[in-house]
């Protein structure tokens, strides 16, 4: 009996990819879900929950069992890398021969988006270890954009023109479902999850005003203005550092790029900006 564990189960990847295998996954296979809290673990018939973090030391216990892994990253902070590590090794100790992780498109030392090279290292710790490993290297979540707007529908930042290749969660989560079926096909290979089209965020906000019935806008900002309007966050440097560089790599062209992997895997075009954010 094969065990496969999804982290970040209460999460929209991990939740939906949970969801998806609960009725369709290998026979002789059942799922083990890791959450930070139980009691918000979505309600499957005959999955197993466990409560672990990705910093926990009781990981290599948690993980004892479980052959296939898939590894949401974790929230944002100044010590990912740090955690990831430490949970890929209590993995690979407790017996995961496979890890499928969501990456991020690009993913590399020198990344322009700052949190890419969370990424790229964790990807190479993953390497290190010699298990078998999937990498699922996603463009931005179409679905987050609306949440770059203010209260008055204000998308700021220093993106000028340069466009993005925005995929939908959905079809992040439908990849990494099938890929979780059929591992045999999926072994040490890495794939670049977008959308059918790339945008510049003047067109994002149009769609997002036609899409929700509320004006969307883009101003782009310099660098100065960028920290500025920031600032009344009050969040750590590296964290404001991290946003803004949201907007310049895609100004610099770095997520344009189209990719066919979500079509040539799903057997069905990808779902388009304007489907991902209309409620």
Do not use: C, K
Request: net charge negative; proline share 4%; charged share 25%.
């Amino acid at each position: 009996m094969t065990v496969m564990g999804i982290t970040g189960a209460t999460g929209h990847i991990g939740g939906q990819v949970a969801r998806l295998l609960s009725t369709d996954r290998p026979e002789a296979s059942r799922l083990r879900l890791f959450v930070r809290e139980a009691s918000r673990a979505p309600d499957l018939p005959g999955v197993e929950v466990t409560t672990l973090s990705y910093g926990d030391p009781a990981g290599v216990e948690a993980l004892a069992g479980v052959e296939v892994l898939l590894m949401v990253s974790a929230a944002e902070s100044d010590d990912r890398v740090r955690e990831h590590r430490a949970f890929v090794e209590h993995a690979v100790e407790a017996g995961v021969r496979h890890i499928v992780y969501t990456s991020f498109v690009g993913a590399a030392a020198d990344s322009g988006f700052l949190l890419g090279r969370d990424h790229a290292a964790t990807e190479q710790v993953i390497r290190d270890t010699g298990v078998t490993a999937t990498f699922l290297r996603d463009n931005f979540y179409a679905e987050v954009f609306p949440l770059f707007a203010d209260g008055e529908g204000v998308i700021r930042g220093p993106a000028g023109s340069g466009r993005v290749a925005a995929v939908s969660r959905r079809d992040v989560a439908e990849v990494a479902a099938m890929v979780l079926r059929n591992l045999a096909n999926h072994g040490d290979t890495t794939y670049n999850l977008t959308g059918p089209q790339a945008y510049t965020l003047d067109e994002i906000a149009a769609i997002l005003t036609e899409a929700g019935g509320r004006e969307h806008r883009f101003v782009d900002e310099s660098l100065v203005e960028a920290r500025v309007s920031r600032a009344r966050f009050g969040a750590p440097e590296w964290m404001v550092e991290a946003w803004i560089s949201t907007y310049t790599a895609i100004r610099d062209g770095e997520l344009e790029e189209v990719s066919d992997d979500v079509p040539r895997l799903l057997g069905r075009p990808a779902t388009s900006f304007r489907d991902a954010v209309t409620p």
